[in-house]
């Protein structure tokens, strides 16, 4: 199996994972002294956060070709716009989840006016999830553009069968959050995530087969993005 379609495979595998723990018994284990945290909480930051950004780093590195695609000044940007990017991310996620929690353990989630309640509404919807996606499309971007530098060889015909169905796989992420997250802050950053790939994937549809990552973020986004929207004006 190519390297890439190997961290396409893993982040797949994490993705599912994320998702069967979010219905899981570690959402109802309060965790002491005090019952500060659920364990679902320590779960999806610091555990698959974790691997999620690790294999976003893998993939920096093939996409950069060995890293050497960041010896250019555009290459250095996009890479430090990548590194930006970790730091949103993580950051937005952690202020989401503990945000999340807080308001879901002590408030009414559907009938709220003060200020405590309210502004942990904020921070769970909007700040820490807006956080997060301008982390992913800082990070998500950079690696479409490296890969525009540093094409890679020719996918065959089982590469390209391995990306499809972790594409897919990768799009029901993005269509769990845009499709029904009770704000469109979800919707909003898949869309801008497909623009940003389908730019690209334009660039370089006659020779796609040497861009796995940019094929496989086209359809994903852009498959999620249509879900998405169905689902909205359903």
Excluded at 40 to 52: A, C, K, N
Excluded at 118 to 129: E, K, P, R, S
Excluded at 148 to 177: C, E, H, Q, R, W
Aim: positive net charge; glycine residues 8%; aromatic residues 16%.
């Amino acid at each position: 199996m190519r390297p890439l379609n190997l961290l396409f495979t893993l982040a797949s595998i994490n993705v599912l994972v994320i998702t069967i723990e979010r219905f899981s018994f570690t959402t109802g284990i309060l965790l002491e002294p005090f019952q500060f945290i659920r364990l679902h909480e320590l779960l999806q930051g610091p555990v698959f956060l974790t691997i999620s950004v690790v294999l976003s780093f893998l993939t920096l590195k093939i996409v950069s070709d060995n890293f050497k695609g960041l010896n250019t000044k555009t290459g250095l940007i996009l890479g430090s716009l990548f590194v930006a990017g970790i730091y949103l991310y993580g950051m937005g996620e952690g202020w989401h989840e503990i945000a999340s929690f807080t308001f879901n353990q002590y408030c009414d989630t559907k009938n709220f006016s003060d200020n405590l309640c309210g502004g942990l509404f904020i921070n769970d919807y909007y700040t820490g999830n807006i956080l997060f996606f301008i982390g992913g499309i800082l990070m998500n971007g950079s690696l479409i553009f490296l890969e525009m530098m540093n094409p890679s060889k020719v996918f065959g015909n089982k590469d390209m069968s391995i990306l499809f169905v972790n594409s897919f796989v990768y799009a029901f992420t993005f269509f769990a959050y845009a499709g029904f997250d009770r704000v469109l802050v979800g919707l909003y950053s898949t869309l801008i995530l497909m623009i940003i790939a389908l730019y690209a994937f334009a660039k370089i549809k006659d020779k796609f087969r040497n861009y796995p990552y940019i094929t496989y973020s086209a359809l994903s986004y852009t498959l999620a993005s249509i879900a998405s929207i169905i689902v909205r004006l359903r």
